[in-house]
């Protein structure tokens, strides 16, 4: 089997145009029933809902916790957050896998734990890579995608997009089956 990978001189949102192109022509040539998008303040979830909202395609945009950025705070405005809805896409919002409980115990007793090590293990292919493998995940514990499909993640470093995986999807309890099939497109740098 042979397959096309995009490669983007460096990372950022720069390359998002670029991989929504890419999720649009795999769903045309591979026809995958399910895609998982990272968003933060709403723009990629927004671009991605409104480009395939007529292909059928089951759309999961996974937002950041409330709360990530400081306390009490969210970070896509409602209004944004209506569009994606009005697209036919879901929105899931909840605590990243690898970050939020084992990040306060870091930096209160100066150590690393096991779900830091794997995110630190995951970004040697990317920040973007080690979203999309979380969100998958994320996604599945939600009920929003089955587990054990092959699915599209798009996600990027900082904002936009400049990653897209195709996943084998698995329950974060059932992490070590996980597994990135293909890498559709990447950052190099």
């Known amino acids: 089997m042979e397959r096309k990978v995009v490669y983007f001189?460096?990372?950022?949102?720069?390359?998002?145009?670029?991989?929504?192109d890419v999720v649009k022509q795999a769903i045309k040539n591979s026809g995958y029933r399910h895609l998982v998008v990272a968003t933060t303040g709403g723009d990629n979830g927004l671009l991605f809902s409104?480009?395939?909202?007529?292909?059928?395609i089951n759309l999961?945009?996974?937002?950041?916790?409330?709360?990530f950025k400081e306390?009490?705070?969210?970070?896509?405005?409602?209004?944004v957050r209506e569009k994606i809805k009005a697209h036919g896409a879901r929105i899931y919002t909840g605590t990243i896998?690898?970050?939020?409980?084992?990040?306060?115990?870091?930096?209160?007793?100066?150590?690393?734990?096991?779900?830091m090590i794997i995110a630190q293990a995951l970004r040697r292919f990317g920040e973007g890579a080690k979203v999309c493998c979380e969100i998958v995940m994320m996604a599945v514990d939600a009920g929003l995608i089955p587990e054990g499909e092959?699915?599209?993640?798009?996600?990027?470093t900082g904002r936009g997009a400049d990653t897209v995986l195709v996943i084998r999807?698995?329950?974060?309890?059932?992490?070590?089956e996980l597994k990135v099939l293909e890498i559709l497109a990447k950052p190099r740098a």
Do not use: Q, W
Not at 71 to 79: G, L, S
Not at 150 to 156: K, P, R, T, W, Y
């Open 9 to 20: 001189e460096k990372a950022g949102r720069e390359n998002t145009a670029a991989c929504l």
């Open 50 to 56: 409104e480009a395939v909202k007529s292909s059928g």
């Open 60 to 67: 999961v945009v996974v937002t950041h916790s409330s709360g």
């Open 71 to 79: 306390a009490n705070t969210f970070e896509m405005p409602d209004n």
């Open 97 to 115: 896998l690898t970050h939020s409980l084992e990040t306060s115990l870091a930096s209160k007793f100066n150590g690393i734990y096991p779900a």
């Open 150 to 156: 092959e699915v599209l993640a798009s996600a990027g």
């Open 169 to 176: 999807s698995a329950a974060s309890k059932r992490f070590l």
